[in-house]
């Protein structure tokens, strides 16, 4: 399994774990609107703060899916709203607060009643399988946080630390990378690969490499500018790449083909031998693809 990296900012884990301060009246109904049952199992607990204690824990284990350990700051407008449904004052809430054995047997008991899991290392493993495919479309980071940590809340277990949920989404990725990566270059062969590498290493006539040559704007239409097509066409056509793409995510390759569209050739030599061979030929085929259409398009353009 791929070695996790942190991928988010401070801002960015506190925006996932906490409510926004900003909430709508539409979304507190929404999510913290009690049932008549959930009122009865609140109203079992003698004292104002321990029932309005309770009754938080059990709204944020609901949403946004941490406990109250890990939930810091709840917008005053949330706690009125729950607070208006049991008939007690927020002010209570303070004193809960500091009742840190009351708070543990309260989430116990709410795990008995309600049926939540703490998250165990089996969740990992699951929780990878599930977002593979998402990742094989699309590795934006927090897409895939929002996305695991639906799964995790859709399957009652109580969210872990939020670097732990980080940590693999960093995996998943990786991973996705990987199996994309190792499809392109399962269809490229010894020979095309020797000659890519002749592409970032050899110069030019200009002392360019021939990477180099071929990424240059051809300049506006004219007879000489089709020509300068014609040869980058040809040189790309000799490499005669047939990629095994059919089945992979146009997102995906779209971000791999800006890879090879954004690196310089020295930067190109630094990166592991498949990943810099599945770059080149994928950009190498999307350029392919895009100067066939510059050389028979009445109005040509720049690359």
């Given at each position: 399994?791929?070695?996790?990296e ?8 506190l925006?996932?774990?906490n409510?926004?301060?900003n909430?709508?009246?539409?979304d507190i109904?929404?999510?913290?609107t009690?049932?008549p ?8 607990h ?12 059990l709204?944020?284990?609901r949403?946004?899916?941490?406990s109250?350990?890990n939930?810091?700051?709840i917008?005053?407008?949330?706690l ?6 049991i ?6 809430f303070?004193?809960?607060a500091?009742?840190e054995n ?6 116990q008991?709410?795990r ?10 089996e969740?990992?493993l ?7 495919p998402?990742a094989?479309?699309n590795?934006n980071?927090i897409?895939?946080?929002?996305l ?5 809340k ?6 872990p ?11 998943v ?12 270059n399962?269809s490229?062969t010894i ?5 890519l590498d002749l592409?970032?290493t ?7 490499t021939?990477?180099?040559w071929?990424?240059e ?17 040809e040189?790309i ?9 059919g ?9 791999l083909?800006?890879?090879g569209?954004k690196y310089?050739?020295?930067?190109l ?5 498949k990943?810099?061979?599945?770059i ?13 259409d ?5 109005v040509?353009?720049?690359?």
């Amino acid at each position: 399994m791929a070695i996790a990296e942190i991928l988010l900012t401070e801002d960015q884990r506190l925006e996932l774990m906490n409510i926004s301060q900003n909430i709508s009246e539409y979304d507190i109904v929404k999510f913290y609107t009690f049932s008549p049952d959930d009122i009865k199992i609140i109203n079992k607990h003698r004292r104002n703060y321990n029932r309005l204690g309770f009754a938080v824990q059990l709204a944020l284990l609901r949403n946004p899916g941490w406990s109250l350990s890990n939930t810091s700051n709840i917008p005053e407008s949330v706690l009125n709203y729950i607070s208006q449904q049991i008939h007690v004052d927020t002010k209570d809430f303070e004193l809960y607060a500091q009742r840190e054995n009351t708070r543990l047997e309260h989430i116990q008991e709410i795990r008995r009643i309600y049926g939540f899991k703490n998250y165990k290392e089996e969740n990992n493993l699951s929780l990878v399988k599930i977002l593979i495919p998402y990742a094989m479309e699309n590795d934006n980071v927090i897409n895939l946080m929002k996305l695991a940590i639906n799964e995790i809340k859709n399957q009652k277990v109580i969210l872990p630390g939020i670097t732990t949920i980080e940590k693999v989404v960093s995996i998943v990725i990786s991973e996705a990378d990987e199996r994309l990566i190792d499809t392109i270059n399962n269809s490229i062969t010894i020979e095309q690969k020797y000659k890519l590498d002749l592409l970032i290493t050899t110069k030019s006539d200009d002392s360019k490499t021939r990477l180099g040559w071929l990424k240059e704007s051809t300049g506006r239409s004219s007879p000489k500018a089709f020509g300068e097509v014609i040869k980058r066409l040809e040189m790309i056509r000799n490499l005669h790449l047939e990629l095994n793409i059919g089945g992979l995510h146009p997102n995906r390759l779209r971000q791999l083909c800006r890879l090879g569209s954004k690196y310089e050739p020295f930067l190109l030599r630094r990166f592991e031998e498949k990943k810099r061979y599945s770059i080149l030929a994928l950009y190498l085929y999307q350029l392919s693809q895009t100067l066939t259409d510059k050389a028979f398009l009445p109005v040509a353009y720049d690359l």
